[in-house]
């Protein structure tokens, strides 16, 4: 009998110290340490969205938020609200001064601890990445490190652009090979262009047309912006990149099993070519400049006065091999990926418009794609098997801010709502 008392009391003393224990705001509590998770957040232009989870606590009378600016001491209490609300939008903020949040609850006599801080830098544009392993299509705060929204309506979402006469994107999914378009807040508007074998498109937001091309089936098509299928061309032997001059209606298609540049009208007439190339690897048009960035083998070419002779005015070699070009339109930079197969061994590469490198960054792990921001000329890295978003300062190419996705990101593109 003695002995069932005790085992009794050992069980109840036992399941008191559970409870206890189990108490977020406990702070001999294990996972919590006695104070809540982190909040979540976002940015929105000039505001910044913040929310936290719902606690197991019943005592909870009010959460407090804590916040500090770039500039200041220490975080102070900017709002205090009732246990019921798990959000709170802080505005108006200043662009691109970085903000630091945290959050407590408040009992009766009693305030936990404060969560550890969470940053986000506020601005005026949004990031976008596509993930083909995940199916999914993610906006990013402006500083890339967190998420705004998701959508899942892909199958394999790989190539991604913007229009930014409505505030929709673009967006190709090879499984079908359609290319759909998703408004700002994520939903389908359309999905009626396709293309069997879809490779790569190009968008013209002054005459509202699409450019694609099949490098299985040897096509290239227009269409427009409702996805009517307005012209299709056949001349071709595996072309593969795409790029337009809006202004002049002309499109310029990498016909990679000729090794040459086609230059053809917006009829689908071809002409000029220019050849001499070799495993092509990736091309960007400067519309500014009118210079055409190509790279094949372990080179990058440029050529100049694109709309005649296409004539060379730079040629750069012993490159690894460079996956990616992208130029900032304002300035004329052009920075690119040297992609390695080997951990750690890739590179991003910034050039002057005319060629001459400014800086090579080394220690990249399977970099797939980079977006220059053109607010503030920053360079994002998306690295597909890490999962990492890098922001990159455009004058020196330290680490501005990181984000580790978890996911396997393929492309990515900045939006600007001006």
């Known amino acids: 009998m003695q002995f069932l008392r005790t085992l009794i009391l050992i069980v109840l003393m036992w399941g008191c110290d559970t409870r206890e224990r189990t108490n977020p705001l406990d702070p001999r509590n294990p996972a919590s340490q006695g104070k809540p998770e982190s909040p979540l957040l976002y940015s929105t232009h000039d505001s910044v969205y913040v929310s936290w989870s719902h606690l197991n606590f019943s005592d909870a009378h009010n959460f407090n938020i804590y916040r500090k600016i770039e500039g200041e001491g220490d975080f102070r209490l900017i709002a205090t609200l009732q246990p019921h609300l798990f959000s709170y939008w802080d505005l108006p903020c200043e662009y691109e001064k970085t903000r630091w949040y945290k959050i407590s609850v408040g009992a009766e006599n009693y305030e936990s601890e404060q969560s550890d801080p969470v940053e986000t830098r506020p601005g005026p544009t949004y990031l976008w990445a596509t993930d083909r392993f995940n199916s999914t299509v993610t906006k990013y705060s402006h500083d890339g490190r967190h998420t705004v929204l998701r959508s899942g309506m892909f199958t394999e979402p790989y190539r991604i652009t913007t229009n930014p006469s409505n505030r929709s994107i673009l967006v190709t999914d090879l499984w079908d090979g359609r290319i759909k378009i998703l408004s700002e807040k994520g939903t389908l508007l359309n999905d009626n262009m396709q293309l069997i074998g879809l490779t790569d498109f190009a968008f013209d937001s002054l005459d509202d047309v699409v450019w694609a091309t099949s490098y299985n089936f040897n096509t290239c098509a227009r269409f427009s912006f409702s996805g009517l299928k307005e012209l299709e061309k056949s001349i071709f032997n595996s072309p593969w990149y ?177």
């Open 242 to 418: 795409i790029a337009l001059h809006t202004e002049a209606n002309r499109v310029f298609v990498i016909n990679d099993g000729q090794g040459e540049i086609i230059r053809m009208d917006y009829e689908g007439q071809a002409e000029f070519q220019k050849s001499g190339f070799e495993d092509f690897r990736a091309m960007a048009y400067d519309q500014e400049r009118d210079r055409l960035w190509v790279s094949d083998l372990n080179r990058i070419t440029i050529l100049e006065n694109t709309l005649d002779d296409m004539r060379v005015l730079k040629r750069m070699t012993g490159f690894s091999r460079i996956d990616i070009i992208e130029i900032d339109a304002a300035n004329g930079d052009v920075w690119c990926i040297d992609y390695s197969d080997q951990v750690n061994e890739s590179r991003v590469v910034k050039f002057t418009m005319d060629g001459d490198e400014y800086f090579a960054l080394q220690g990249f792990t399977d970099p797939r794609d980079l977006a220059v921001n053109p607010y503030n000329h920053h360079c994002f890295v998306a690295e597909s098997s890490t999962g990492r978003l890098i922001e990159l300062d455009d004058n020196n190419g330290s680490h501005v801010a990181e984000n580790q996705t978890k996911g396997n990101i393929a492309k990515i593109v900045v939006q600007w709502d001006r």
